[in-house]
């Protein structure tokens, strides 16, 4: 293989210092190495080559007639490697000048925004966009490379992707003060949610997946709407019950907005996760957003 057969890149730039300053000494010197580190790592290149490439003497080191040949050629290999190199750096500080988050509706109104301001002060310089929907849309989106992390609320990883454990939320029931619920004396029976009418999100969110799945079956929603933010506002106006993260009504239950409902025979918990395409982990902004997100779990 080529790789076999071509000195590494740090030999080729030994040999192009030793040509340019005329001394193997000063050449170990400008590198950073010892002298017979860089009289070793020649001896090497010449083996590897089977060719002379630097007569030594005291009065220096010179490069022979077929170590000038050589060097040309080193000098060109070096220079390509350059330009490769600052290609890539291009590549990676185009895509660490932006990042596309896409969260579902929880983890984007809750959790998100104090992550993204962590974020913010390690990587100013990085543009972030945020796409927030129910957790299929989340899955969506990443397959189809619209964006670079995701975040799910559901029972299980989306296929095509792959997924940590980022933070744990549980469901509870919630209706205004003045709902009959409210004044119930003994917990709510998973058979008594089930059969009611609630105002839910959306097929497809994960809030309603684990509400579906712990029940066995929902009755048709008296209303459906597309954000945590208006269903709470829905059930805070008296329209009707509801099942909503912990993490979404804890300023509306302390401020007597809402009531909880205990519930008994089913606990309503979930795993939070960060997601991403199958075997593609995420690198540079993503890297360090999912980095943020494990330390604050």
Not at 53 to 75: C, I, K, Q
Not at 108 to 118: D, S, T, V
Not at 162 to 179: E, G, M
């Amino acid at each position: 293989m080529l790789a076999h057969r071509v000195p590494d890149l740090g030999a080729l730039e030994l040999l192009l210092a030793v040509a340019r300053l005329g001394s193997l000494g000063g050449a170990a010197r400008e590198l950073g190495i010892t002298q017979p580190a860089a009289s070793s790592r020649i001896r090497s290149m010449e083996r590897q080559l089977g060719l002379a490439l630097v007569d030594r003497s005291p009065r220096g080191s010179r490069l022979t007639g077929t170590g000038a040949l050589v060097t040309d050629w080193a000098r060109r290999v070096v220079e390509a490697a350059e330009e490769f190199d600052a290609g890539t750096q291009a590549l990676r500080d185009r895509r660490d000048s932006r990042l596309r988050v896409a969260a579902s509706m929880t983890i984007a109104e809750y959790l998100l925004p104090r992550w993204l301001i962590a974020l913010r002060a390690a990587r100013p310089d990085t543009a972030v966009s945020l796409l927030a929907g129910n957790s299929a849309a989340v899955a969506e989106r990443l397959l189809a490379g619209e964006a670079d992390l995701g975040f799910v609320e559901g029972l299980s990883v989306p296929a095509g992707l792959d997924a940590t454990v980022i933070a744990h939320d549980r469901l509870i029931v919630v209706t205004a003060p003045a709902h009959p619920w409210a004044r119930r004396r003994r917990p709510l029976t998973a058979a008594e949610l089930s059969a009611t009418p609630l105002i839910l999100r959306e097929e497809g969110s994960g809030t309603r997946q684990v509400l579906d799945a712990a029940l066995g079956g929902l009755a048709r929603p008296l209303i459906e709407l597309s954000s945590t933010t208006a269903v709470k506002a829905a059930v805070v106006s008296g329209a009707g019950p509801s099942v909503l993260s912990e993490l979404a009504v804890g300023e509306e239950l302390s401020g007597r907005r809402l009531v909880r409902i205990p519930l008994e025979e089913v606990r309503l918990a979930r795993d939070l996760r960060a997601v991403w395409p199958t075997g593609h982990l995420p690198v540079g902004p993503a890297r360090d957003l999912l980095g943020l997100t494990r330390s604050a779990a």
